[in-house]
């Protein structure tokens, strides 16, 4: 598939096949992730993949942003204390956050490519899957990215026109 039209394909899926993911697939997209840009190539991320109906259930407990059953879910953390002695502020407050939502980008994409569904969510508490993924005080979760075979594909959603985005040389122009 070609970049753009994965682009245009890409959507966020809320209802997933109760069909398993492969550790291949999932590899697959933490890889994907890991290409993503990063500020000052700090390279702060580390990926949580959470499988168990027992372990989605518990973090779905805190995330009211994920709607389905879910197959999958890869959290995209941050190392805040590395990002912090690599980047300073900027690193740990932009950088950090920046990154992994570029990871985020390349994972829904490489998704797509795959045939998988996916959704980005942010509506959950961050200290709670800190909590349940056992993860250290310093990697704290960013972004979760469900995965699965999409029951359902939404249509896509109505865009602007370029004109009505889109300025040349100064606003407004």
């Not at 697959?28 to 168990?52: C, E, F, M």
């Not at 989605?56 to 942003?65: N, S, Y």
């Not at 407050?93 to 795959?114: C, G, K």
Request: glycine share 6%.
């Amino acid at each position: 598939m070609e970049v753009f039209d994965c682009i245009v394909k890409r959507r966020s899926v809320r209802r997933y096949e109760k069909q398993e993911v492969s550790d291949e697939l999932l590899c697959k997209l933490v890889d994907a992730g890991r290409w993503a840009p990063s500020g000052s190539n700090i390279q702060p991320l580390h990926y949580t993949i959470v499988r168990t109906p027992e372990q989605i259930k518990k973090v779905k407990a805190f995330t009211p942003g994920m709607s389905a059953e879910v197959p999958a879910v890869i959290a995209v953390c941050a190392d805040l204390d590395l990002a912090a002695r690599k980047g300073g502020k900027l690193g740990c407050e932009t950088l950090a956050v920046l990154d992994a939502a570029m990871a985020a980008q390349n994972i829904l994409l490489a998704a797509t490519e795959l045939g998988l569904g996916s959704c980005v969510i942010r509506s959950f508490n961050p200290e709670a899957v800190q909590t349940i993924l056992k993860l250290p005080e310093t990697i704290v979760p960013q972004l979760l990215v469900s995965i699965g075979y999409a029951a359902r594909t939404p249509k896509p959603p109505r865009r602007k026109e370029i004109e009505a985005i889109t300025s040349w040389e100064a606003y407004g122009e």
